[in-house]
């Protein structure tokens, strides 16, 4: 009878306190976005598969559950992330011709844990912009992903940039099929030189110079000037290496309080972003907080190739990483059954305040409220007074 408790691997039951810490994220999310212009959307939980992993590429894939659909026989995918969904939402439902700006909030399940401590179903807010080519909407989306981060109690954020495009400017003609391209992206993420030595000995010596300088190019402002000078002069990494510029010269301006990093060789999502991509660190937090960047492509498969770019972060991570707040200050009254005791405890819930009625024989048993007030009947009359 004990296996009838027990949840899968890596799934958890949240609990009262962080599951009231994941909710006011949730709404203290939503409610930022929507200063910003976002509309909220809710796609559902499955999908055709085709359509949950277009152009997301071979990652998202493993990522995602998949069962067979009873009424129709198609396979479906149980989401594993909520972007296609939403490029779809624009695409095909809404059809606008100008700017959309959409959020979201809700669970994504993945077949593994993406870390030793991770969960497989984290709770997924994110935000996209699609018809907009421009830095602006790049930058629109950075400040949307530190104002959440910041919000929510996250300290000493560190932005890690990159951009796409440079690694595809530097392999730009080579022949490589997609096995050896999967391979060397990877070793460059992970930062592998023997591994990308050995992917690269059949390159020509120019380009495995430079994908062996990659390796190097990480840390602050200075990288950029570096990767100018020791990678190849070709148009799209000069274009590449001038955006990251733009954009963390707006983010530094804006959020002086924020570390600016660079790391060209991180290519994590590289069938994904077509453009410049970050990631949002913060202090005692083990993993990024947040993830985006531009994924101009992810539209065509439902008709329409509009620029986009979004982010996405785990609100169950961030609860976890994020400071941890008092707890919320609650009044205790009595359980009775007077008219003025039922009206005084209805009037102060009216008024948004937190009343816990102590049952009869639960007096003494704890909660996650900070009980700093109890409701007493003094001449007849029920009021308030400090414990």
Same mark, same amino acid.
């Given at each position: 009878?004990?296996?009838?408790?027990?949840?899968?691997?890596?799934?958890?039951?949240?609990?009262?306190?962080?599951?009231?810490?994941?909710?006011?994220?949730?709404?203290?999310?939503?409610?930022?976005?929507?200063?910003?212009?976002?509309?909220?959307?809710?796609?559902?939980?499955?999908?055709?598969?085709?359509?949950?992993?277009?152009?997301?590429?071979?990652?998202?894939?493993?990522?995602?559950?998949?069962?067979?659909?009873?009424?129709?026989?198609?396979?479906?995918?149980?989401?594993?992330?909520?972007?296609?969904?939403?490029?779809?939402?624009?695409?095909?439902?809404?059809?606008?011709?100008?700017?959309?700006?959409?959020?979201?909030?809700?669970?994504?399940?993945?077949?593994?844990?993406?870390?030793?401590?991770?969960?497989?179903?984290?709770?997924?807010?994110?935000?996209?912009?699609?018809?907009?080519?421009?830095?602006?909407?790049?930058?629109?989306?950075?400040?949307?992903?530190?104002?959440?981060?910041?919000?929510?109690?996250?300290?000493?954020?560190?932005?890690?940039?990159?951009?796409?495009?440079?690694?595809?400017?530097?392999?730009?003609?080579?022949?490589?099929?997609?096995?050896?391209?999967?391979?060397?992206?990877?070793?460059?993420?992970?930062?592998?030189?023997?591994?990308?030595?050995?992917?690269?000995?059949?390159?020509?010596?120019?380009?495995?110079?430079?994908?062996?300088?990659?390796?190097?190019?990480?840390?602050?402002?200075?990288?950029?000037?570096?990767?100018?000078?020791?990678?190849?002069?070709?148009?799209?990494?000069?274009?590449?290496?001038?955006?990251?510029?733009?954009?963390?010269?707006?983010?530094?301006?804006?959020?002086?309080?924020?570390?600016?990093?660079?790391?060209?060789?991180?290519? *994590?999502?590289?069938?994904?972003? *077509?453009?410049?991509?970050?990631?949002?660190?913060?202090?005692?937090?083990?993993?990024?907080?947040?993830?985006?960047?531009?994924?101009?492509?992810?539209?065509?498969?439902?008709?329409?190739?509009?620029?986009?770019?979004?982010?996405?972060?785990?609100?169950?991570?961030?609860?976890?990483?994020?400071?941890?707040?008092?707890?919320?200050?609650?009044?205790?009254?009595?359980?009775?059954?007077?008219?003025?005791?039922?009206?005084?405890?209805?009037?102060?819930?009216?008024?948004?305040?937190?009343?816990?009625?102590?049952?009869?024989?639960?007096?003494?048993?704890?909660?996650?409220?900070?009980?700093?007030?109890?409701?007493?009947?003094?001449?007849?009359?029920?009021?308030?007074?400090?414990?």
């Amino acid at each position: 009878m004990s296996s009838a408790w027990l949840l899968p691997e890596y799934i958890a039951d949240v609990l009262p306190s962080e599951a009231r810490r994941i909710e006011e994220l949730r709404r203290q999310c939503l409610d930022l976005a929507r200063t910003y212009g976002f509309e909220l959307v809710m796609p559902p939980m499955l999908e055709h598969l085709e359509s949950l992993l277009s152009g997301t590429g071979r990652e998202l894939d493993l990522k995602t559950f998949k069962l067979v659909d009873q009424l129709s026989g198609r396979t479906l995918g149980l989401r594993a992330d909520t972007t296609p969904q939403v490029a779809r939402i624009d695409a095909h439902l809404l059809n606008r011709q100008g700017v959309t700006r959409l959020c979201y909030c809700g669970p994504v399940l993945h077949t593994k844990p993406q870390g030793s401590h991770a969960t497989r179903e984290p709770l997924q807010f994110g935000a996209e912009i699609f018809g907009h080519a421009g830095l602006e909407a790049d930058l629109e989306i950075q400040e949307l992903a530190v104002g959440a981060l910041q919000a929510a109690g996250a300290k000493a954020l560190t932005i890690d940039l990159g951009d796409a495009r440079i690694v595809r400017a530097v392999l730009a003609g080579l022949p490589l099929h997609a096995e050896a391209l999967t391979g060397l992206v990877s070793a460059l993420t992970t930062k592998d030189r023997s591994l990308v030595k050995e992917l690269s000995s059949a390159c020509p010596s120019a380009t495995r110079e430079a994908l062996l300088a990659l390796l190097d190019l990480y840390g602050g402002a200075e990288v950029l000037d570096e990767a100018a000078r020791v990678l190849p002069d070709r148009p799209a990494l000069k274009a590449a290496l001038a955006d990251l510029r733009w954009i963390s010269g707006h983010v530094a301006q804006a959020y002086p309080d924020v570390c600016l990093g660079f790391d060209l060789s991180d290519m *994590s999502g590289y069938a994904y972003y *077509s453009g410049v991509r970050f990631a949002v660190y913060a202090q005692g937090a083990a993993n990024a907080l947040a993830r985006g960047g531009r994924y101009d492509e992810v539209g065509a498969i439902f008709g329409r190739n509009r620029p986009a770019v979004g982010f996405s972060l785990d609100l169950k991570d961030l609860g976890s990483s994020a400071a941890v707040p008092p707890a919320r200050a609650a009044i205790t009254a009595p359980w009775g059954e007077a008219a003025g005791l039922r009206a005084a405890v209805r009037e102060l819930r009216a008024r948004g305040e937190t009343v816990l009625c102590i049952l009869p024989g639960h007096e003494h048993e704890a909660q996650e409220f900070d009980c700093d007030r109890e409701l007493v009947e003094v001449n007849g009359q029920w009021l308030l007074r400090s414990r």
